[in-house]
Each structure stands twice: as structure tokens, then as C-alpha cells.
């Protein structure tokens, strides 16, 4: 196995790259794609299944009417073109994750089909990406290899997971991506970023590149530049970040680059993604001509879809990721690196919803980029599953704001509410958080700490103010910091001069 | 008693539930003691479930006792075809792949008639996943037709069949993808109904040919085939190509039979050549009967009819390799273990497919792979579908000029079994008459219309209606059968030789 790269900037002075993705997107309805069985991820293995979903004999699929809808909706906000009337169609191969030992698909009659997606670099630059088809289809099971590598190689056994099997997805086929150049890595994170956004947008799926509801398989292929004629591509699988499909598309492109350079030619293969290597591996050869031997689905009816219907679903299409983000963009008054910071840690409707919930847009940013994305990585979790909420925050800065708690506090209070404490206001009650605004009993630390420090006293009389300093650290600390400490000073230097 | 109950018709038996004359339980028993009688000749069943059926005998007999209103065919025995899953009783599609599965869901036609309180007695065998015209591919051994217990009963749906010839039970479900449930009928006597594609459900039905199959009902007499049509027809959610409408009483259709002023087509392309003597002399003076009991008679073309087993030979398998793929052995049925070389899943899949399909399925399954393959589509599967449509467009333009049409129901009467076994040709033009329904969707029916001279065996004659229009299917066989019987002096199977019983 050859794992020679190129240079990245030589690989892309001798060719240009051609992408194309598939995107798969499983969908968030209560049921399965044809089953009645509950559509609901990490759940005890085999428990989610219907006599359909594990194939048994005699059983047929009926269309979950709500998949339909979310379909034609995705469709929409890529830009496509709806059918009027499609079908579904049968593609057929043996393997154990696979039920019926065929997937229902769409072939040559997909739901969408003609769109195009907007997306926008970091730097500005605008790319149109062209959408050939969005189909629905189901999912397959899922395996898991036990003994050896955890691939199926080398295996002992194999386990089966029904579960999966038969969860709706859509999936979004581009047309080949040309003229990216070197900029190719980061067109591909933006595009499935993109696609990951709008389908939040939509409120179709969970979105969850993590748990594979977002799935993303990335072809590229190399010419030299000046040509015309398409090279050989690969098909890189298991990529489960955005931060992936970069490195992957980067890593091809190199290793690619160092094949064709060499005069040797690119195998049309499947490429598995490694996460922690940074490296594709060879999965199997695939060629044009796999033959799954698609007919239509005899078990299903024609999907119609009245112009009237397709009209009243636009309506239910949000802006595209793109001018929201512009429009998010501007009404904060980021920077560019702030807003990149937000849009990159997957943050822009929780930051949203905080300014709706009343928050400025700096604080919002403040506290979703820092303290809490701080807290998710340290627990190694997704920020969404952390129990606090963009009112949460909100409410957090409020209470900053009237003086209530000082930020130094907030940082206790955000912990008690990722603790499950209750609101921000909850926890400050409980656990008596507040700040000590009576005068009285500040002056009283006062008076001792000047008492026990004569020489600051000294100092602060004769125009030192700044030793000031060590005594407002004193009452901090005999407050348990629940003090402000501006209101500490003043009084201090009044202190001062009095006596 | 006993010998005389079996030999009730299903409609005279629920006469005599209802009166309390006979009950529930003596009824079954005496199907069931005839099972065992005569069963070990002709192999009708793959399963009899004698307590089970006993239970549910009882249970009728109970609830009628306590005055509680049953449906009208509560308490009637039925024998079940294998085709249809049954979640207490093994369900093999006549396949060793499916050796000892049971099922853990019912088949909405079951589910159909345990909700009438009919009484389960079993399942009846059949070709292996329903591929054949004599039931001679079962993979547990051949039905004998109870006329001639060396000659076939049919097929698929040999085995129900022959159980309603042989008294072994009034009724019995059906499949018909080509003519399973109306080529039985033609050569035991009986009467049978394959209805519009989409009135009764195929969920639990084990799918060969998805848009071919359609679940039908099997009995001794027009009006018991019409009763229990009735009870399994319908709309049903869980198959998404049910039809959604009412349908009128096919049992009134029975009862108010009148052929004053029915326009009847004879197809011209399914009469003459093919066909055997005996078959045609029967079928000419059916004809001669429809026209006396006042129906107008004229000749009509269906021109395509003629590559009508071509297209089905190319659909059929297609459909039936994608249906039958599922048997891998992962999940549930047989798993065999490669005997040479690695024990991975691939190999496992291969080993058990070659020990647990027949020859007659994996000929299919391998004509279906190559019709569906990249670059023979169009020419294969594509091109079949063409002659669909040509087909669908012959009846149309014939139904615009008559109300039904009619042909013998097959070419020739029962044959002798391992006639045929090795010439699939052969084989398949048994269908011949039958499989233009299938591949237009309509409804169609054989119902007795007499011996063929040369060997004694019966003859069916096969009436088609437009789709949705079942009923007329009905109100034909209905006279013909009154007419023919009165000529007769008894019933078509009156003429049947005496089983020999084993002793009790």
C-alpha cells in the first residue's frame, strides 16, 4: 500500500481537482421510511423493528407520508426541481445489514432533481454548487465486527443491529465540481456545512455528523490542468466531521497527485477515511458498471405531487444557509473571525435564540464560543447536549447585568445550571450567589482589612491608590468573591479619606 | 354423519351451524378424520393442525351457544394455502429454506378469516414459492389429483385444491400469479377466483411476482367460492397496493344470476389449436349454453394474447428474483454452513441458497438476475412490459364491446405426474389461458364445465371480467353451473372415483 503524498501546493500546480458528494441525510420522523416501527437512534439493538424491517417473508413497505413532505421540502431549499409524479425502485446485493437483500431506493425517478446550493468561504468567495438529485431511500442495519481490526477482514463474527434498517434518508447528489482549485478542501467543509445547516434550517433532521445522520461520501479525481477529460476517481467513505471532509479531500488530492506524477493510475475504488492517521485506506473496487440490477418497486404505488402542494410547501422553506448567515453577520456586528468562530463550532441558532431570549449578540457569542464550548469538550460532548439553554444564558447575562452576580459568579452559576441546578436565577438562590451589595456589611470587612494592613492604609492616604488593591482582594475573599468589586473600591478610598 | 358433513358445501354447513343442526366441532372433526383418511394418498396438506382447530371449533360452538351473533361463515372449516403467513402454524411456501418457520404475524387473509371464526385446519402444499402447475416442485413432494391419484391436481395451488376435491375440507385459500388458483380448478372439478389485483390483500401473502399475485378463494361450488371471497376481500393499509372502495356481495351476484341481455366474448386466440379435444368439445357447448340462457355471444381478438407466457416469463422471474433474495439465511428460515472453503457470510449465503431452493426456483431466480441485468433491462424486463401494456390494451378494447369473456380455463386436462417435470416449456404453457389476467389485473375464474371424452377428467371453463367487476364473474359461472349440474343430475365431483380411506 502506497502512502506517498505530494506536497499540496505542487499537487495543485500540476493538476486540478473534480469533486463530487453524495450526502446521505437521515431524517427525523416518528417512524421508519416503510415501517411502523419508531424511527429512534442509540436504542437497545433490535428492539426498533417490525416484521419489515428484519425482511420477513410477505411483508411490504407502505411511504411514510411525513418523509415524503421532508423530502420535497430539502428539495426545495436545494433549489429543485419537485416531481410531479415519482417512483420508487429496488437496488439489489447481498450483505447481512441489508434485510431484504434489496434497498428501496429511487433510480431513475428521484423526487428532486436540477438544483444548485450557495455556499460562501471563509474568505469571502462564492461558490455555486450544482445539484443533480435528491432521492429518498432507506437505510441499511447496522454491523459491528468483533475480533480483529473491527473491519469486517479479519473478523470472527458479526453482529446485526436492525434498528437502522429502514430509517428514511434523502440523499443529495452533486453534479462534478469543477474550477475550485486549490480551494477545493475547504468548498468540500463548506458545502457539507452548508447542507448540514439547511437541513437544521428545515427542522428535518437531527443533523448529527457524529451519530450519522449526516453522512458524507466524497469523490474526487485529478486531471492535469488544461484538460478536459474527467481522471479516475475515488470514493471516500466514513467521514464524520466537517473538519474531515477537508483533511480527507486534502489527503487524496496529495496522494493522488503522487500516484499520477509517478505515471501511475488511479484505482476506482472506495477509500475509507481514518480519523486518527489523517490517511484513506482502500476499500473495494468499484467501476461503473456494479450492477444492482434496479427495477421498479412492484410493491409500491407512483408518489404524486400536486403543483398546489409543492406551492404551499415552499412556503415552509427558510432562508438559505448563506443569506442568514450574511444577515445573522451584519445584525451582530461580528468580526469575521467571531462570526467564524460561531458558524464553525456549529452555534448560530443557539446564539440566535440567546439575542431573541434578550442577550446582546457580544455576550451571546461570549458565552456559546467560550465557557460552555469549554465545558463540552472537556466532557467530550456535543455542545447541544449540554443541559443549559439559550434562555439559560440570557437570563446569565441579565443577572450580570443588574448587578446581581459579577462575571467571575456567572462562571459558578453556568456551572450549577450544567449540573442540572435549575435556571441561572434558581441556582443563585440556592446556592446564595448573589452579590453582597449592603454597604454595611462591605465597610465592615473594610474596616478590618485596614485595620490588619495599617501600611496600605498609609499608602492609600498618601495618593497611592492603586495599593487599594490588596485590600479589595482581602474583602473579596472574606465576601467569597460575592461582592462587586467596583463598589468595594469606592468605598475603600471613601474609607481612606475619612480617616 | 361423518361422511355426510364433509360433503356439505360450505354455504349448507353454516345453514346447519346456524340452525344448531350440526356443530362446529363435529364438522371439524369430520374434515380432520377425513384428513387423515385420505391424505396419505393425496398429500394435500403440509401441516394439519387438529387441536388448534378443535379449540377454535369449540370456541364457535360456545359462543353460538350463548346465544352470541357469529358471521355467517363462523365455524366452517378452511384449509389454508402455505403461501400465507400464520403465526400458529409453520409457513414453508412449499421451500425447504423455510423448513419449520413460523411466522410471528398473520397474513390480513388469515387475519380475514380467524376475525369470520372460520375453523384453520391447516396448510396445504404447493410448488415451492408458488413455481409450478402440478405442485410437483414442493420441496416436500407432489399433491395427487383425487380423479386420478397418478395424474397432478395443478399448480400452484395443488394442494388447496385438491383438498376441497377430495372432501378433506369445504374451502381452502389461494394464490393465483399465472393461474395457480384457476388451474387447479380446471383439472380437480372445482371452482376458483383469482380477483382484481388490489381487492384482497397480499400482506403475509410470501411474494413470487409482486404485480402479478393476487390472493383468491377455493372451493366446491360458485356460491361457496363467492361467500368466502367475501369474507377476505377489502382495503388494506398495510398493502399499498390495495384498492380503497366498497365492493357489492359477490354471494348476491350468486343468488341473483341472470344472463338475460350479458354480452359474452369467446377469445378467439384461446380456442383451437393447443387445446385439447375434450377441452374444446366441452368448451363449445358451454358456449352453446350461454347463448340458450340468453346471453349474446360473439368472437373477439386479443391479438397480443399470443405473447402473453413470453412477457410472463420474463416478469415473473425478474420480480421473483428480487423477492427472493431476502432467503440468505442471517436472519431467520435454514442456514448452511459452507462445507468447503471459508465460513464467511457470503459463503454461508451461497451454501444455504444451494441446499434450500429446488431446481424449478433457482432456474427462475437465475432467468429473473439475468433479465434485470445492466444492459439487458430494455431488452428483457423493459420489453415484457411493452406486451403488458399491448396485453392491458387487447382487454380493454374487448371489454368496450363485452360485459365477460371466456376460454377453457388450460389446453388440456390433468396429466400425469412427471409428465411434464422436465420440460419447463411444457410446463408453462399450462398457463397459457391464465396468465393474460394476471398481467392485466383483472379478475378471473374456472369454474367445472364437464369430462373431456377421451379420459374422463374435468374441464374448466374460465370466465374474465374487466377490472373491479368481479361480480360478473359470478353471475356467469353461477348459471353455467346451475344449468350443467341440473344436466348432470349431481355436482361435476359427484362423478369423481371414491377415494380409498385408510382405516381409522
Known amino acids: 500500500m502506497s502512502s506517498l503524498t505530494m506536497p499540496f501546493e505542487k499537487a495543485l500546480e500540476l493538476f486540478e481537482p473534480v469533486m463530487g458528494f453524495e450526502v446521505h441525510v437521515e431524517l427525523n420522523t416518528a417512524t421508519k421510511m416503510f415501517s411502523w416501527a419508531p424511527n429512534?437512534?442509540?436504542?437497545?439493538?433490535?428492539?426498533?423493528?417490525?416484521?419489515?424491517?428484519?425482511?420477513?417473508?410477505?411483508?411490504?413497505?407502505?411511504?411514510?407520508?411525513?418523509?415524503?413532505?421532508?423530502?420535497?421540502?430539502?428539495?426545495?431549499?436545494?433549489?429543485?426541481?419537485?416531481?410531479?409524479?415519482?417512483?420508487?425502485?429496488?437496488?439489489?446485493?447481498?450483505?447481512?445489514?441489508?434485510?431484504?437483500?434489496?434497498?428501496?431506493?429511487?433510480?431513475?425517478?428521484?423526487?428532486?432533481?436540477?438544483?444548485?446550493?450557495?455556499?460562501?468561504?471563509?474568505?469571502?468567495?462564492?461558490?455555486?454548487?450544482?445539484?443533480?438529485?435528491?432521492?429518498?431511500?432507506?437505510?441499511a442495519g447496522k454491523l459491528t465486527h468483533l475480533g480483529g481490526s473491527g473491519r469486517i477482514q479479519g473478523a470472527t463474527a458479526s453482529l446485526v443491529d436492525y434498528n437502522r434498517a429502514g430509517v428514511p434518508l434523502v440523499e443529495i447528489v452533486t453534479k462534478p465540481i469543477e474550477g475550485t482549485g486549490a480551494l477545493a478542501p475547504q468548498v468540500a467543509r463548506e458545502y457539507v456545512s452548508t447542507i448540514r445547516d439547511m437541513v437544521k434550517a428545515l427542522g428535518i433532521s437531527d443533523a448529527r455528523m457524529d451519530q450519522g445522520s449526516i453522512r458524507c461520501d466524497a469523490n474526487i479525481s485529478l486531471r492535469p490542468r488544461g484538460a478536459t477529460k474527467l481522471g479516475t476517481r475515488t470514493e471516500t467513505k466514513n467521514i464524520n466531521s466537517l473538519k474531515s471532509v477537508e483533511r480527507a479531500i486534502r489527503y487524496e488530492i496529495q496522494r493522488q497527485a503522487a500516484i499520477l506524477a509517478a505515471g501511475g493510475s488511479i484505482m476506482q475504488e472506495t477509500r475509507n477515511w481514518h480519523e486518527d492517521s489523517g490517511r484513506t485506506t482502500a476499500g473495494r473496487p468499484k467501476s461503473d458498471a456494479d450492477d444492482y440490477r434496479y427495477m421498479p418497486e412492484p410493491d409500491l404505488v407512483p408518489i404524486l405531487t400536486s403543483r398546489e402542494r409543492v406551492a404551499e410547501l415552499a412556503q415552509t422553506v427558510p432562508e438559505s444557509p448563506v443569506l442568514r448567515r450574511r444577515r445573522l453577520k451584519q445584525?451582530?456586528?461580528?468580526?469575521?473571525?467571531?462570526?467564524?468562530?460561531?458558524?464553525?463550532?456549529?452555534?448560530?441558532?443557539?446564539?440566535?435564540?440567546?439575542?431573541?431570549?434578550?442577550?446582546s449578540?457580544?455576550?451571546?457569542?461570549?458565552?456559546?464560543?467560550?465557557?460552555?464550548?469549554?465545558?463540552?469538550?472537556?466532557?467530550?460532548?456535543?455542545?447541544?447536549?449540554?443541559?443549559?439553554?439559550?434562555?439559560?444564558?440570557?437570563?446569565?447575562?441579565?443577572?450580570?447585568?443588574?448587578?446581581?452576580?459579577?462575571?467571575?459568579?456567572?462562571?459558578?452559576?453556568?456551572?450549577?445550571?450544567?449540573?442540572?441546578?435549575?435556571?441561572?436565577?434558581q441556582v443563585v438562590d440556592a446556592r446564595q450567589l448573589a452579590v453582597v451589595s449592603d454597604d454595611s456589611a462591605l465597610l465592615e470587612a473594610i474596616d478590618s482589612a485596614l485595620s490588619s494592613q495599617p501600611d496600605v492604609l498609609a499608602k492609600i492616604q498618601s495618593g497611592?491608590?492603586?495599593?487599594?488593591?490588596?485590600?479589595?482582594?482581602?474583602?473579596?475573599?472574606?465576601?467569597h468573591g460575592q461582592a462587586d468589586a467596583k463598589r468595594v473600591r469606592e468605598l475603600i478610598l471613601e474609607r481612606a479619606s475619612q480617616s | 354423519m361423518s361422511e355426510d358433513l364433509i360433503r356439505l358445501t360450505a354455504a349448507e354447513l353454516a345453514d346447519h351451524l346456524a340452525s344448531g343442526e350440526v356443530s362446529s366441532v363435529e364438522a371439524t372433526q369430520a374434515s380432520l378424520d377425513r384428513i387423515h383418511a385420505v391424505d396419505g394418498e393425496v398429500h394435500a396438506f403440509l401441516h394439519v393442525a387438529d387441536k388448534a382447530?378443535?379449540?377454535?371449533?369449540?370456541?364457535?360452538?360456545?359462543?353460538?351457544?350463548?346465544?352470541?351473533?357469529?358471521?355467517?361463515?363462523?365455524?366452517?372449516?378452511?384449509?389454508?394455502?402455505?403461501?400465507?403467513?400464520?403465526?400458529?402454524?409453520?409457513?414453508?411456501?412449499?421451500?425447504?429454506?423455510?423448513?419449520?418457520?413460523?411466522?410471528?404475524?398473520?397474513?390480513?387473509?388469515?387475519?380475514?378469516?380467524?376475525?369470520?371464526?372460520?375453523?384453520?385446519?391447516?396448510?396445504?402444499?404447493?410448488?415451492?414459492?408458488?413455481?409450478?402447475?402440478?405442485?410437483?416442485?414442493?420441496?416436500?413432494?407432489?399433491?395427487?389429483?383425487?380423479?386420478?391419484?397418478?395424474?397432478?391436481?395443478?399448480?400452484?395451488?395443488?394442494g388447496s385444491a385438491a383438498a376441497v376435491a377430495a372432501f378433506e375440507a369445504p374451502l381452502a385459500t389461494g394464490s393465483d400469479t399465472g393461474g395457480s388458483i384457476?388451474?387447479?380448478?380446471?383439472?380437480?372439478?372445482?371452482?376458483?377466483?383469482?380477483?382484481?389485483?388490489?381487492?384482497?390483500?397480499?400482506?403475509?401473502?410470501?411474494?413470487?411476482?409482486?404485480?402479478?399475485?393476487?390472493?383468491?378463494?377455493?372451493?366446491?361450488?360458485?356460491?361457496?367460492?363467492?361467500?368466502?371471497?367475501?369474507?377476505?376481500?377489502?382495503?388494506?393499509?398495510?398493502?399499498?397496493?390495495?384498492?380503497?372502495?366498497?365492493?357489492?356481495?359477490?354471494?348476491?351476484?350468486?343468488?341473483?344470476a341472470d344472463l338475460s341481455g350479458v354480452r359474452v366474448g369467446v377469445i378467439r386466440q384461446l380456442t383451437g389449436e393447443g387445446f385439447q379435444a375434450g377441452v374444446r368439445a366441452r368448451f363449445n357447448e358451454a358456449v352453446t349454453l350461454l347463448t340458450k340462457a340468453g346471453a349474446d355471444v360473439v368472437e373477439v381478438d386479443c391479438p397480443h394474447i399470443g405473447s402473453a407466457v413470453a412477457a410472463y416469463y420474463l416478469i415473473l422471474p425478474a420480480e421473483a428474483s428480487s423477492n427472493?433474495?431476502?432467503?440468505?439465511?442471517?436472519?431467520?428460515?435454514?442456514?448452511?454452513?459452507?462445507?468447503?472453503?471459508?465460513?464467511?457470510?457470503?459463503?454461508?449465503?451461497?451454501?444455504?441458497?444451494?441446499?434450500?431452493?429446488?431446481?424449478?426456483?433457482?432456474?427462475?431466480?437465475?432467468?429473473?438476475?439475468?433479465?434485470?441485468?445492466?444492459?439487458y433491462y430494455d431488452q428483457f424486463y423493459g420489453q415484457a412490459q411493452k406486451v403488458r401494456t399491448l396485453i392491458q390494451r387487447d382487454f380493454d378494447a374487448a371489454f368496450s364491446q363485452v360485459d365477460v369473456l371466456v376460454s377453457p380455463t388450460g389446453p388440456t386436462t390433468a396429466f400425469k405426474l412427471g409428465a411434464k417435470v422436465n420440460d419447463p416449456l411444457a410446463m408453462y404453457l399450462n398457463d397459457v389461458a391464465t396468465i393474460p389476467a394476471n398481467l392485466?389485473?383483472?379478475?378471473?375464474?374456472?369454474?367445472?364445465?364437464?369430462?373431456?371424452?377421451?379420459?374422463?377428467?374435468?374441464?374448466?371453463?374460465?370466465?374474465?371480467?374487466?377490472?373491479?367487476?368481479?361480480?360478473?364473474?359470478?353471475?356467469?359461472?353461477?348459471v353455467v353451473e346451475r344449468e350443467l349440474t341440473a344436466a348432470w343430475g349431481k355436482p361435476l365431483l359427484g362423478f369423481a372415483p371414491e377415494l380409498k380411506e385408510a382405516s381409522k
Open chain 2, 324 to 375: 427472493l433474495a431476502r432467503f440468505d439465511g442471517v436472519r431467520y428460515g435454514r442456514r448452511v454452513m459452507p462445507e468447503t472453503g471459508p465460513e464467511t457470510v457470503e459463503n454461508m449465503m451461497a451454501a444455504t441458497r444451494e441446499a434450500g431452493f429446488g431446481p424449478e426456483v433457482k432456474r427462475r431466480i437465475i432467468l429473473g438476475t439475468y433479465a434485470l441485468s445492466a444492459g
Open chain 1, 331 to 359: 445584525e451582530w456586528g461580528f468580526t469575521e473571525l467571531e462570526f467564524r468562530d460561531v458558524v464553525n463550532g456549529g452555534l448560530v441558532d443557539v446564539v440566535e435564540h440567546t439575542v431573541e431570549a434578550g442577550a
Open chain 1, 464 to 479: 497611592k491608590v492603586q495599593a487599594a488593591g490588596a485590600i479589595i482582594g482581602a474583602v473579596m475573599k472574606a465576601m
Open chain 2, 440 to 478: 392485466a389485473g383483472i379478475p378471473g375464474m374456472s369454474v367445472p364445465m364437464g369430462r373431456a371424452d377421451e379420459d374422463g377428467l374435468p374441464v374448466g371453463l374460465q370466465v374474465l371480467a374487466p377490472a373491479m367487476h368481479d361480480e360478473r364473474l359470478y353471475t356467469v359461472a353461477a
Open chain 1, 361 to 425: 449578540p457580544a455576550a451571546a457569542r461570549k458565552w456559546w464560543t467560550g465557557e460552555i464550548t469549554r465545558v463540552a469538550n472537556e466532557r467530550g460532548v456535543e455542545v447541544e447536549t449540554l443541559q443549559v439553554t439559550p434562555a439559560d444564558v440570557a437570563g446569565l447575562e441579565a443577572l450580570i447585568e443588574a448587578g446581581t452576580i459579577t462575571d467571575r459568579i456567572a462562571r459558578q452559576v453556568l456551572a450549577g445550571v450544567l449540573d442540572g441546578e435549575g435556571t441561572p436565577q
Open chain 1, 40 to 139: 429512534e437512534y442509540g436504542d437497545e439493538p433490535n428492539t426498533n423493528v417490525t416484521p419489515l424491517c428484519l425482511g420477513l417473508p410477505g411483508t411490504l413497505p407502505v411511504v411514510n407520508k411525513q418523509a415524503v413532505t421532508s423530502s420535497i421540502r430539502l428539495g426545495l431549499a436545494l433549489g429543485c426541481h419537485i416531481a410531479e409524479s415519482c417512483r420508487f425502485a429496488r437496488k439489489h446485493y447481498f450483505y447481512p445489514d441489508l434485510p431484504k437483500a434489496y434497498q428501496i431506493s429511487q433510480f431513475d425517478e428521484p423526487i428532486a432533481s436540477e438544483g444548485h446550493v450557495e455556499i460562501e468561504l471563509e474568505t469571502g468567495e462564492v461558490f455555486q454548487i450544482p445539484i443533480e438529485r435528491a432521492h429518498m431511500e432507506e437505510d
Open chain 2, 53 to 158: 382447530a378443535l379449540a377454535t371449533a369449540a370456541e364457535v360452538d360456545r359462543r353460538r351457544a350463548a346465544g352470541e351473533e357469529l358471521p355467517s361463515l363462523a365455524g366452517v372449516p378452511i384449509a389454508v394455502k402455505d403461501v400465507m403467513t400464520t403465526k400458529d402454524m409453520p409457513t414453508t411456501s412449499g421451500s425447504k429454506i423455510l423448513e419449520g418457520w413460523v411466522p410471528p404475524y398473520d397474513a390480513t387473509v388469515v387475519e380475514h378469516l380467524r376475525n369470520h371464526d372460520m375453523v384453520l385446519l391447516g396448510k396445504t402444499n404447493m410448488d415451492e414459492f408458488a413455481m409450478g402447475s402440478s405442485t410437483e416442485y414442493s420441496a416436500y413432494g407432489p399433491t395427487h389429483n383425487p380423479w386420478d391419484l397418478d395424474r397432478i391436481p395443478g399448480g400452484s395451488g395443488g
Open chain 2, 182 to 256: 384457476r388451474f387447479p380448478a380446471h383439472v380437480t372439478g372445482t371452482v376458483g377466483v383469482k380477483p382484481t389485483y388490489g381487492q384482497v390483500s397480499r400482506w403475509g401473502a410470501i411474494a413470487l411476482a409482486s404485480s402479478l399475485d393476487q390472493m383468491g378463494p377455493v372451493a366446491r361450488t360458485v356460491l361457496d367460492t363467492a361467500l368466502l371471497h367475501d369474507v377476505i376481500k377489502g382495503h388494506d393499509p398495510k398493502d399499498s397496493t390495495s384498492i380503497n372502495r366498497e365492493w357489492p356481495s359477490f354471494a348476491d351476484a350468486v343468488r341473483q
